[in-house]
C-alpha cells in the first residue's frame, strides 16, 4: 500500500512538470491564438496565471 502511495505521489508531480513544459511549448508555438488557448485550457494540472486570456475579435 506504502508503495501505491509513492507511486501515486511521483505520477502527480510528473504530471505537473509536463503540464508546465507543455504550457511553455505550447505558449511559443505558432499556432493560432484559439488552438493555443484550447489547447492550454485542457492540460491537467494548469495553473491559471500560465492560461492566455480569452479575446474576442473586435467587429
Known sequence: MILVAIVAELMEE???F????L???FNDAP??????F???RNLPFASSSHRPPLR???S
Open 38 to 40: 484550447l489547447i492550454l
Open 14 to 16: 510528473y504530471m505537473a
Open 18 to 21: 509536463l503540464t508546465r513544459v
Open 31 to 36: 499556432f493560432p491564438r484559439r488552438v493555443r
Open 23 to 25: 504550457e511553455h511549448v
Open 56 to 58: 474576442r475579435a473586435s
